[in-house]
């Protein structure tokens, strides 16, 4: 069995991804794609990731990609060291928490790290060379990102992905704006709503994953985090 993973620095989606493959202890491969260089662009990365995007995952030459199919696909295939709750209940509330970081959380944050990080990128570029590569980028969606990121996301779309905050307490009350999205349905003050987060903090179903990547990154296991075990 081999696994190999191809990503990106440990932040964000390729973060995402290897935290389950440390903390399940699987021996994997890394290989490291340059997004500096815009190797995710290149016809031999094409062939892995027709979307031109990691991380990736290569399971025995099966590629699964999107961090969050990958991180499902691993706990189904790989559910020795289980992190995904095991009753019904629990696993709704981590793909309701799942679904909010991907469709808000990592679209915001993106968003600001485009706007700081890849457009250093982009701008390093001369504008002939910087249409070439533009010509490679399979998703529209992404082209325009890149296209963005050089010339620099708007004030507004920057101010509407600054953070605001929520409760982290459904029985408390929430402003209107600052409701994660979806919840209003689903936030009744109750013990049982999925949107109901831990009594101990929203993100407790990330505490392995906070452990995680303080390995990843070199500080030691268990200092990030709220540091008390998820329920
Ligand atoms: N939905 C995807 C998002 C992947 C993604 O946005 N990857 C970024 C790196 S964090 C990327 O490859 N960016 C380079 C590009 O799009 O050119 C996932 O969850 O894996």
Redesign the pocket.
Known sequence: MTLKYYH?EP????L??MIPLIEKGLPWQSIY?D?HK?E??EPWFLAINPE????VLDHDGVMI??????NEYLEDVFPEVPLRPRDALGAARMRYWNKFC?EQV?NYV?MH?WHRM?GIIARSVESGEFERLMER?P?PD?RT??RTARSGFGEKDLAYARPRRFSTRSTRSRSSSARPPGSQAMTTPSRTSISSPCAVCPWSACFRSWRSASAVLGSSRGESGCGRAPR
Do not use: E, R
């Open positions: 990106a932040l964000a989606n390729s995402k991804s794609v997004l815009f995710q662009h031109g995007q990691v991380p990609t999107h961090t969050t199919v990958i991907d990592m993106s790290g890849v980028i998703l992404q990102k890149w």
